[in-house]
């Protein structure tokens, strides 16, 4: 178990980015969250599963259709910090 910090930059707010990033965390059973930034990116947490965050890693650099990734920044992160279950906030 680990966590990780994403940071995304690019066309990802205004297209349903969290809440598909919500869903596809939810799907692969991580916890933690994703949210608007006021710089007009988007903060994802994740804490699980080595293999599923790298997992997720991969799906954020694509995000959902309507969205355009420009960055995706990983960063450390503690796994207290995500909380039960994965929201987006």
């Not at 930059?9 to 205004?14: A, I």
């Not at 007009?40 to 309507?66: F, K, N, S």
Request: aromatic share 6%.
């Amino acid at each position: 178990m680990s966590a990780a910090r994403f940071v995304v930059s690019g066309k990802v707010q205004g297209v349903f980015f969290r809440a598909s990033t919500r869903d596809r965390a939810q799907a692969l059973g991580l916890r933690g969250f994703a949210k608007n930034l006021a710089d007009g990116r988007v903060e994802v947490l994740a804490a699980g599963d080595d293999a599923a965050i790298d997992e997720l890693a991969a799906w954020l650099r694509e995000g959902p259709p309507m969205a355009r990734v420009d960055d995706l920044e990983r960063l450390p992160a503690r796994e207290d910090e995500a909380g039960q279950g994965f929201s987006a906030v």
